[in-house]
């Protein structure tokens, strides 16, 4: 499975972005998607995840403000970032909760002070 993540970019504290990850083939099977960012110099971060029922998880530094969705008719998950703060700042990815498909290029988000 390819997953393609993409609506990131450069965007001031305070503003908001909605990424989307699109995989080349149905996920409505997959239990769980997830959406994980990468910081330089650090790991890799799961931050909300989402079950094939539509229950939603999230790491304590963006619960609140990130919302993640699926559309499983367009094999596609979501992720809405609203007051997005400096350390937001990652690479941003897409795969299941577990990590299990290839990992894409993922999609770099940028929040300036």
């Known amino acids: 499975v390819q997953l393609q993540a993409s609506g990131g970019g450069l965007v001031q504290a305070g503003g908001s972005l909605r990424l989307s990850c699109a995989a080349s083939r149905s996920i409505f099977n997959i239990n769980a998607m997830g959406w994980y960012r990468q910081a330089p110099g650090k790991q890799r971060e799961l931050v909300a995840t989402i079950t094939r029922g539509g229950s939603a998880g999230y790491a304590d530094s963006v619960k609140g403000r990130f919302t993640i969705s699926r559309d499983n008719t367009k094999n596609t998950v979501y992720l809405q970032m609203n007051s997005l703060k400096p350390e937001d700042t990652a690479v941003y990815y897409c795969?299941?909760?577990?990590?299990?498909?290839?990992w894409g290029q993922g999609t770099q988000v940028t929040v300036s002070s």
């Open positions: 795969n299941t909760a577990s990590g299990s498909f290839n």
